[in-house]
């Protein structure tokens, strides 16, 4: 089977750390095209826009967006309208009403439209949703605490208005919260703090629930000095469980039951071949829909200015 061949969209922090190396470890691609305002790549067909990629480079089956969430609708509409499957980088948009109409687009082209959440691929992610669909929760915690300057330097569109601030890595645990909880979720309260001089949060806290009553918290911090902290933790009828390390490793009342290394790109781009070769999308818009309902809900308060 020939195979499918792919065309990165800008070419930043993501891309280069994660989807290169992904791409050359999965069976079943090959990358042929770079879209970068500023970047080249050696071996590849190298542009600068998606629009001269889909007009000068010819035999793309599939565009992958690494681009922040503000353009990708605009490139994927056009991907997808010049008959490219597209993988979508997180958050899927910058909106949540955005995404319908691209999904209808794929539809009507029989083209893959996929929205990767890369930390469901995470390690400890299936094993916590069989956990939790034998035994039942009580009560859930996360602490989603990462030093912005570390991990997005100079990042300035994170901190604009569809850039999510904070819950650009917040929503991250939503999609795993979202992905090993047997039941739907919901926006309870929130209270999102802002930077006096940028559009997005700095930091959050939110109450969720779920409709059998499941309390849920949440507290989200670009601002951690130290230890950088990602923890799930989750008290069930049947002890403690908590996913740490982004998703990596999975403890049961303080016996490790997973420990791995992370690999979640690769479970992203299998998934993308399979979808692609069985004709069909993955649109899940529930993560988003939970960062739009925390800024519907959230009581706004104003902190110091943030610079990087
Ligand atoms: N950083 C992470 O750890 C991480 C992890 C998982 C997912 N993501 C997601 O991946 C996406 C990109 O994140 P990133 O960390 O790779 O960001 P980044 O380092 O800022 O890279 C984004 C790239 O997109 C291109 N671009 C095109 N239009 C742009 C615009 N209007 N403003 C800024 N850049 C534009 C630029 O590349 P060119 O100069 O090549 O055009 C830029 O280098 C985000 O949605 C983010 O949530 C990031």
Redesign the pocket.
Known sequence: MKPIRLAL??????????HLPAIAATPGIELVA??????RLDGVDCV??VEELLADVPDVDAVV????????RD?ARAALAAGKHVLL???PGAGVSELAPLMALAEKRGRTLFAAW??RFAPAVEPARDFLARHRARRVTILWKEDARV??P?????FEPGG?GVF??G??AFSILTAILPEPVFVVGARLDFPANREAPIAAELKLATASGLPIHTAFDFRQSGEQIWPIAIETDAGSLVLSAGGARLNHDGQVLVDEPEREYRGVYRRFVDLVRSSSSDVDTGPLALVADAFMLGQRSFVDDFAW
């Open positions: 969209v800008g070419l930043g922090k993501i891309a280069r750390d994660q770079v879209a970068s305002r500023n970047a600068g826009t967006l690494c681009t922040p969430p503000m353009p990708r490139q980088e997180k958050p890369h930390s991990w997005h100079g990042q300035d569109w994170i999510l650009d890595p929503i991250n």
